[in-house]
């Protein structure tokens, strides 16, 4: 089997989605998420729901990934919190067991254009998301949330990129709801 192509990050610019963009042309393959960027993005935010962002192919300034960012709050499980510990400097664990919710950001919305798809945009741009938050400290955040489409291919992507699985509750559900600690980043 030969082995896939990536797409080198030197041929990526990432930039805040401009309300002009055409995104008629984009597809991603899903048609939820296709429709959202094509219909319902640019009000969103207008109305500060959420920060919609283009990744461009920096030769041909195509649009081949586009995402969306928003802030977020996430309450762990007990077991979770068993877990994260570990994870957590002596000094701040006292501070951290204390609190009952977490500062995060959620990747509300992340497709990449259908053709390039498993070439490492998608991973590229978690990388980036997670590199703003943990060099810039723009905000306080602890973790990084996505609700995932609930199939296979997409749940892998981010459990391959060290995202869990918040709960079990939302097995059958349209998404799963998956954290990525910071922590262990920063």
């Known amino acids: ?3 896939k192509t990536r797409f080198s990050a030197s041929r990526i610019k990432i930039e805040p989605l401009s309300d002009s963009e055409d995104l008629t042309q984009f597809s991603c393959g ?10 319902e993005v ?10 919609a ?9 195509q649009v081949i990934c586009l995402f969306t960012l928003s ?9 979770d919190m068993e877990d994260m510990i570990s994870l957590i400097e002596e000094e701040y664990r006292p501070i951290f067991q204390q609190q009952s919710s977490f500062p995060a950001v959620n ?10 798809q ?12 997670m590199g703003l938050l943990t060099t810039y400290r723009l905000t306080g955040v602890q973790f990084l949330t996505v609700d995932s489409l609930n199939n296979p291919r997409t749940n892998k992507f981010y459990l391959n990129n060290d995202f869990c699985n918040q709960s079990n509750k939302d097995i059958n559900s349209e998404t799963r709801r998956m954290y990525l600690p910071l922590i262990g980043y920063l």
């Open 1 to 3: 089997m030969a082995a």
């Open 118 to 129: 498993s070439k490492g945009i998608g991973q590229f741009v978690i990388t980036y998301i």
């Open 107 to 116: 990747i509300g919305h992340l497709a990449v254009r259908k053709e390039l």
């Open 71 to 79: 802030n977020d709050i996430i309450a762990l499980e007990e077991e």
């Open 30 to 39: 899903n048609d939820k998420l296709d429709d959202f960027f094509h219909k």
């Open 53 to 61: 962002y283009a990744v461009k192919d920096v030769q041909t300034n």
């Open 42 to 51: 640019v009000l969103c935010c207008k109305y500060k729901y959420l920060s």
